[in-house]
């Protein structure tokens, strides 16, 4: 079964400093990952995925995720952080079935200190 | 391209009254269609999904129900509803195996 495990539920960072934001997954099968973004009182926002191939994602928003297989890792990055960052984030793996279930993450909450 | 509505926006309804949210997809045909609710400061929680027309899985057993009675339209429904009916709700649509789900704007509802 696969499964997802979001590491810090609030995360603050300065604006200008690096974003990361950590997120380590479990399954059985090649995973497909995504991570998605959700701004209050918005639905969520896919920012990228992993499919198979190359292992550094990029993203919308400047946003960018490494896929380490040996370490079952697929944290999120963002060099510098600006202000409008400041929101819930998710990832989520994808579940190997003919209804395409994904399972999300308890989501991480970015703040940018000004 | 496609898109995907949910209404209403926000919601307000007493405790036992009943409820019909609606989502409907446009610009893909056959998509997967999903109801989530998400709890004040918590993750998703996966209500509903539906493969085809009149076909619906419940993934949790509770006072709410769905139905599909178009290829593009996906309805949460409930007789009476409950204080811990409360929440936001999210419709998504997806295309097949191992692809991503793409959300509405959702709708929250709040009982009394």
């Known amino acids: 079964a696969q499964s997802v495990t979001q590491l810090g539920s609030h995360v603050s960072v300065s604006e200008g400093a690096l974003v990361l934001l950590r997120c380590n997954y479990s399954?059985?099968?090649?995973?497909?990952l995504f991570w998605y973004v959700q701004y209050p009182n918005q639905g969520l926002q896919l920012l990228l995925k992993?499919?198979?191939?190359?292992?550094l994602v990029k993203g919308i928003n400047g946003f960018e995720a490494e896929f380490k297989k040996s370490e079952t890792s697929f944290h999120l990055t963002k060099p510098s952080a600006h202000m409008s960052d400041a929101a819930e984030y998710f990832c989520?793996?994808?579940?190997?079935?003919?209804?395409?279930?994904?399972?999300f993450g308890s989501g991480t909450r970015l703040s940018i200190r000004p | 391209s496609q898109t995907i509505h949910q209404w209403p926006a926000t919601l307000v309804q007493p405790v036992g009254s009943p409820l019909s949210l609606e989502c409907t997809v446009e610009?893909?045909?056959?998509?997967?269609l999903y109801w989530y609710r998400q709890a004040a400061g918590r993750g998703l929680q996966l209500l509903f999904y539906?493969?085809?027309?009149?076909?619906i899985s419940s993934e949790v057993p509770q006072n709410l129900s769905a139905s599909r009675p178009q290829d593009r339209q996906f309805i949460l429904s409930s007789k009476k509803l409950l204080l811990s009916d409360s929440g936001f709700y999210l419709c998504?649509?997806?295309?097949?195996?191992?692809?991503?789900?793409?959300f509405g704007d959702g709708t929250r509802l709040s009982i009394l």
């Open positions: 998504a649509w997806g295309t097949g195996v191992n692809q991503p789900q793409h």
């Open positions: 399954s059985s099968v090649p995973p497909y």
């Open positions: 992993y499919t198979t191939g190359a292992t």
């Open positions: 989520a793996v994808s579940v190997a079935s003919s209804a395409s279930k994904i399972i």
């Open positions: 610009g893909t045909s056959n998509p997967n």
């Open positions: 539906s493969v085809g027309i009149g076909q």
